[in-house]
């Protein structure tokens, strides 16, 4: 990570303490882009400058991992509560500008229920490729649905700047943003002890679908993003889940009635194709049975760990 953090100083980002000294210091690039209210801001001089920033690069109609980034960084946004447009902003630019218009970013971030301080801006594709190249962020000759799933993070008034992965663990994730750019000076909320941790039980399936799926599912908690999970091995047959969970999208392509259905309830928001293998289909699979059993019919989990 300390590579990532010399390479992000050594392209000249933003103007941090260098610039507060009176060195000569490159800036980003101040170009103009869009909100998802419409609103006309620069990126530096309106958005960045002096704050702390998660900046990332989504496009609504992606069929790859944009709705699963998206859907974790609302997890983020989450776990740090109202410190979200207060001292920490979040920005997820479109590199599709030609669909991704206002209106179309304002129904993707309602979808997801964002909230106040996290902004969707679009722009000149011009402009937001710049953008892309000087925040380290752009794949030359990359299909525009198997972009970088990186993102940066960063205080301006520091010059502290560092490149991370949009699927670190959520926490991880925010206390990066709300402690370590902050250099830890933020008073941390009190901690619980270890007599009121819960018992450890590893299940494999459990942690593939805490991983991959929790960012839009609950099973029996609700919808989220996506519909609620509880009673779903009961409901479809084997051989359709794993066609869905495997390739979302080949279904949908193929024009399965069901697959089509859900596509629709839940636009602008597509099932993604994780690339999950046989093996990984059929733990999730597992994982969901046994919670179907568990909540459906009061059975309890095994005990110890299930591999």
Known sequence: MAGALLGLAAAGFGRGAAADAGEAAPRFPDVVLVDQDGRKLRFYDDLVKGKVVLVNFIFTSCRGPCPLETAKLRQVQELLGDRVGRDIFMYSISIDPETDTPAVLKAYAQKFKVRPGWKFLTGRDED??????????????????????????????????????????????????G?????????????????????????????????????????GGGDRVGPDLLGVTRRRERAWLERWIRAPDELIAAGDPLAKALAEQYKPVP??????????VAMLLRYLGDEDRRLLDGAKPADGARR
């Open 179 to 219: 402690e370590r750019l902050f250099n830890y000076a933020v008073p941390r909320a009190k901690a619980r002890g270890y007599a009121q941790a819960p018992g450890l039980r590893f299940d494999a399936g459990e942690d593939l679908f805490r991983r991959r799926c929790q960012a839009c599912h609950t099973v």
């Open 271 to 280: 099932m993604p194709n994780l690339g999950l293998g046989e093996r990984d």
């Open 128 to 177: 937001i490729t710049l953008l892309r190249r000087r925040l380290g962020l752009y794949d030359e000759g990359v299909a525009r649905n198997d972009h970088t799933v990186n993102l940066v993070v960063g205080n301006d008034a520091t010059g502290q700047w560092l490149k991370r992965s949009s699927f670190d663990h959520p926490r991880v994730l925010a206390a990066v943003l």
